[in-house]
């Protein structure tokens, strides 16, 4: 995986004249593994990926309130024992975990939660902060109201990203979530300029990835990488779908991404559990899209 390192380092001077070297550190989710271990993240490392980003859904979801805490320092104690980095945070999300919701009960209770993991994500030291701007569905009578609300909650999380040292970057969402288009996604953090996005390449719709990043690669700090079939997201393995990933990442480069090339990849298109070896695999043929 060195020897990948410099030859994608090569190839982008190769198209990027004028323009310094650009070499992609590679990531993954820890979702990547039902139950990840210490092994496991060692054999990622082996296999070229230096950082993680950390779910915490893994330890959110279905797990009891007060284990929580135990969870994500088990969690960081593996990703220690391995050697390995963590560049983001994936912040909790569900149907009801919503920061854009009409009700301000439930927005405020919603907010504060969120607040809370972006203060334990602190222990993992990370680089960026994930968050969603919404669940869904959205009905279009109330979406304006709702990317109201939606820019005041990350106004206010923002501050907690701030103090751990981290950046809030709002994922680009499908369907009737916020941020479903490139436009709604710059309006929603137009005010906060210390805020980034985070550009899922299955999330775009109504045109295609490369489209996404020629409106918004301007504020894209952290990726979620995987391939789908352009019509719905279906997060398989980069080559297993419609993305042309040598334009894309030419076209992230161009915009200025210097981040993590961080893999959100878990089932390929059989719906089998994805390994790291595939990943790997799918990174050199990416590398040669780019020749």
């Known amino acids: 995986m060195k020897k990948i390192a410099i030859i994608f380092s090569i190839m982008i001077v190769g198209f990027s004249c004028n323009k310094p070297t650009h070499t992609f550190k590679l990531g993954t989710t820890t979702a990547l593994w039902e139950n990840p271990t210490v092994a496991d993240f060692i054999n990622a ?35 220690d024992s391995a050697g390995l980095k963590v560049w983001s945070v994936h912040l909790p999300f ?11 009960y439930e927005r ?3 907010v504060r939660f969120i607040a809370q993991m972006i203060e334990l994500s602190a222990m993992f030291n990370p680089s960026r902060l994930v968050l969603h701007p919404s669940s869904e569905p959205i009905d279009d009578s109330i979406r304006e109201q709702r990317i109201i609300n939606s820019i005041h909650s990350i106004g206010l ?17 499908p369907r009737t979530c916020l941020g479903n288009t490139p436009e709604e996604l710059l309006r929603i953090i137009e005010d906060y300029p210390e805020v980034g996005i985070c550009f899922d390449t299955n999330h775009y719709f109504e045109g295609t990835p490369l489209d996404f990043v020629r409106k918004a690669g301007h504020r894209i700090t ?6 789908y079939d352009g019509i719905n997201e279906c997060h398989w393995i980069p080559g297993e779908g419609v993305i042309q990933w040598g334009e894309l990442v030419k076209a992230l480069i161009e915009a200025g991404f210097d981040g993590v090339f ?24 990416i590398l040669k899209e780019l020749k």
């Open 108 to 110: 405020e209770k919603n």
């Open 94 to 104: 569900s149907r009801t975990l919503d920061i854009s919701v009409l009700d301000d």
């Open 45 to 79: 490392k082996e296999k070229g990926f230096e950082y993680l980003e950390v779910a915490f859904n893994q330890c959110y979801r279905n797990v009891p309130e007060d284990e929580l805490l135990s969870c994500l320092t088990r969690m960081k104690e593996k990703i």
């Open 262 to 285: 961080m893999f959100e990849t878990v089932r390929d298109k059989e719906n089998n559990r994805v390994s790291i070896e595939q990943l790997a695999k799918s990174f050199e043929m």
């Open 157 to 173: 999380l923002r501050k907690y990203a701030d103090k751990i040292g981290a950046q809030l970057c709002i994922e680009n969402l």
């Open 222 to 227: 952290t990726l979620h990488v995987s391939d």
